[in-house]
């Protein structure tokens, strides 16, 4: 078996590596661009003292306005400057809810001074890169890692905006096999401008001449994150996903970035036994917890806005949009 593990570890990198960008450029779901690739969903408005982004929503049926973070995290340059803009946005909105980013450098008191709502929410499966993946990697993965490997050959594109049809084609197949819809589902033009996002790197995986898989990473200086995978039905067959993984870690971790944020199951729970929980946790066995984190600008009128809608029993913040990601 070591053996083995060796070949994988000899295989040419199919990467070609690129120049860290300046810390204080904006890149990945720091950019405006990722931002605005989600207006479909509300309006994209920049936090300036901390430079996170939130998108700004009517709430149906009242002349009010609420927000909430970008998909999948929020994150900012400043996290101790952002009380000062959550004071600015209480002028505007009668609530914002967010889910924290998994390398926040703040602690749950720090959040809890910041919003009456923090829940802890998932926990999301961290690779430490420094460490070899023969290490990190669980040993069926590195299996289906070799095997994948056999016939895929991988290779980072450093302009994804090349590959725009053929990810939303593959991102299309995803949404009919896992019946995605709403904010997962974006739409063809929010692709086109995330794809087009400075730190946005795509791995792709290839048999032959067909592209059968696509790994879309959002690189931002020592960290990154995993946004988006998708895959055909041939790539789903030859389990693609482990050799584009495998791909990814080389990259990044070449490339010295410090740690991948992988994510946690889909949905609003965290269901630590589905496949797609146990498929992150074969690339590592460390977690972060991120939190689920809510305001109330406006007490008497999201009361209000509650009452009329009748759904004082749940427990999703805000209530009146109980039922809206389902």
Not at 81 to 96: F, G, N
Request: charged share 25%; hydrophobic share 40%.
């Amino acid at each position: 078996m070591a053996r083995q593990v060796e070949e994988i570890q000899a295989r040419p990198r199919a990467v070609e590596l690129l120049k860290l960008a300046p810390a204080r450029e904006a890149m990945g779901y720091l950019h405006p661009g990722y931002a605005a690739s989600l207006a479909q969903f509300g309006t994209p408005r920049e936090l300036p003292r901390s430079g996170g982004w939130i998108l700004e929503r009517p709430i149906p049926g009242a002349d009010a306005r609420d927000a909430m973070g970008c998909y999948p995290v929020f994150t900012c340059r400043q996290w101790e400057e952002l009380p000062a803009d959550l004071v600015e946005l209480s002028e505007r909105l009668v609530t914002l809810v967010l889910v924290t980013d998994p390398f926040t450098p703040t602690d749950k008191a720090f959040l809890d001074n910041c919003f009456q709502v923090v829940k802890p929410f998932k926990r999301h499966t961290i690779v430490d890169l420094a460490l070899p993946l023969t290490e990190s990697v669980s040993k069926h993965h590195r299996y289906y890692a070799r095997r994948s490997r056999r016939t895929l050959d991988c290779e980072l594109c450093e302009e994804p905006s090349r590959y725009a049809r053929e990810w939303i084609g593959l991102y299309d197949h995803l949404i009919e096999t896992r019946g995605i819809r709403g904010l997962r589902a974006f739409s063809p033009a929010s692709f086109h401008e995330q794809l087009r996002v400075p730190g946005m790197v795509l791995v792709l995986g290839r048999q032959g001449d067909q592209i059968v898989g696509a790994h879309l990473i959002a690189v931002q200086g020592a960290v990154a994150y995993s946004h988006l995978a998708a895959f055909s039905k041939l790539g789903y067959q030859i389990k693609a996903s482990y050799g584009i993984y495998w791909a990814t870690l080389e990259y990044l971790a070449a490339r010295g970035v410090g740690h991948l944020d992988l994510g946690a199951a889909a949905g609003l729970q965290d269901r630590p036994m589905d496949g797609l929980s146990q498929f992150k946790r074969g690339w590592s066995k460390r977690t972060r917890l991120v939190y689920l984190c809510g305001r109330v600008f406006d007490p008497p009128r999201y009361a209000e806005i509650c009452q009329r809608r009748d759904d004082s029993d749940t427990e999703y913040f805000p209530r009146y949009r109980a039922g809206e990601f389902s």
